[in-house]
């Protein structure tokens, strides 16, 4: 907001700057927002086309790529239709405040030194303080629908975002103990160095644990499978939106995207360095006005929601009871352990900054990651090229 305030010559009223430099911001988000999930549908219906081995979208534009805009089209000119019964304020205001939840968190977001919109010092607890604006429009969505499926959807997915936010909000306070700030931005320039200095790879092997905890968290917090009982179409139709069509049903599409985006650069800012480099002293993070850290930082975002597709079309549904175990008795007793550990090892000097051994483990461990990535493309590559082969004889 600064950068964009600082665009405008000094002679225009002081009104006039703010205005505008908090309306460009908001403009761009807003854009993002809306333009970005037809992106992350057009390529979840690609990698779910690869992962069943067939192609996906290929008929509108080339190799399918208008498939998902002629859909977003369609969505917005479509009838919306008001079952009977149903509340009609509350019914319009839910899929209102589900997308107001999910744009009001990106606000707080650093995609660069000074390519932020507002760099609060609460930022992570605003983040998750916005976030259950979502809650409350699921909520809502399902009592004023008037049907059956919907409150039951409603109803599991209150349970099921309260139950993870509590392991998540764990993993957080250890965060928040290790940096001594609760700005995203202090937590971001506390990961400047390079790849070994991200706190994914400091006191190995508790940050790894803990960036899968909350990950997972953040897989319920955004009803993506295997934690997508909310919306188990072989059980409630189609959940909390069952009775939405047209431009509703579109902004729940796509506040859950933008939901992924958001868990995500979240997640990139607390354990994968933000908008740094993985490069030490990498000469092209200052080129420009604003550098490459919004690059970096939306890239980290999409390979995490690239996983959350990923699993989507890897892993079966969970059923509520397995969901519940899962947060209460396997997520929370470890989120307690770690943060307990982490304290004690914030209070020995010697391992403020991580173990000595940090520094070779936390190499190892990406290159085994992404070396895991390539061969199991590659040998899923070959093996549908085997079988389409096999199937040509």
């Not at 939840?101 to 919109?117: D, H, K, N, T, Y």
């Not at 997508?228 to 859950?256: K, Q, R």
């Not at 403020?352 to 483990?361: A, E, I, K, L, T």
Request: proline fraction near 6%.
């Amino acid at each position: 907001m600064d950068l964009f305030f600082a665009l405008f010559p000094e002679k225009w009223p002081d009104w006039l700057r703010v205005a505008l430099s908090a309306g460009i911001p908001a403009v761009l988000l807003l854009t993002f927002m809306a333009v970005g999930p037809i992106v992350y549908v057009y390529a979840e219906r690609k990698i779910a086309g690869f992962m069943q081995d067939r192609l996906g979208p290929t008929r509108v534009g080339p190799y399918g790529l208008l498939q998902t805009v002629a859909d977003a089209i369609k969505l917005m000119f479509k009838e919306a239709i008001y079952p009977t019964g149903v509340d009609k304020k509350l019914f319009l205001i839910a899929p209102c405040l589900v997308v107001l939840g999910a744009f009001l968190a990106m606000v707080v977001i650093p995609f660069g030194e000074r390519s932020q919109v507002a760099d609060l010092n609460v930022g992570l607890f605003y983040v998750i303080a916005v976030s259950s604006l979502s809650t409350v429009g699921l909520i809502m969505a399902g009592w004023a629908s008037n049907n059956k499926y919907a409150l039951f959807g409603a109803m599991r997915s209150a349970a099921q975002i309260v139950s993870y936010e509590i392991p998540a909000v764990m993993i957080l306070l250890g965060i928040v103990m290790m940096v001594g700030s609760l700005s995203l931005q202090d937590i971001v320039l506390f990961q400047e160095g390079g790849l070994t200095h991200w706190l994914l790879f400091r006191y190995f092997p508790i940050m790894p644990l803990a960036f899968v905890i909350f990950f997972t968290a953040g897989l319920a917090e955004c009803n993506r499978t295997p934690f997508d009982i909310p919306e188990a179409e072989s059980e409630l139709v189609a959940g909390f939106h069952t009775e939405y069509s047209g431009f509703f049903f579109a902004m729940f599409f796509m506040a859950e995207y933008t939901e992924m985006f958001v868990i995500s650069a979240v997640a990139s800012v607390l354990f994968l360095g933000g908008y740094w480099s993985p490069l030490p002293n990498h000469w092209l993070q200052h080129i420009g006005p604003i550098g490459l850290g919004p690059l970096w930082l939306i890239a980290k975002a999409w390979f995490l929601v690239f996983v959350m597709m990923w699993l989507r079309w890897t892993l079966p549904r969970l059923r509520v009871d397995q969901l519940m175990y899962v947060a209460w008795k396997v997520l929370l007793p470890i989120s307690m352990v770690l943060v307990v550990v982490i304290g004690g090892l914030i209070m020995i000097p010697a391992t403020r900054n991580g173990f000595p051994w940090d520094r070779w483990v936390g190499w190892f461990f990406t290159l085994a990651i992404f070396g895991a990535l390539i061969a199991w493309m590659a040998g899923a590559r070959l093996s549908k090229k085997r079988r389409v082969h096999d199937m040509a004889a």
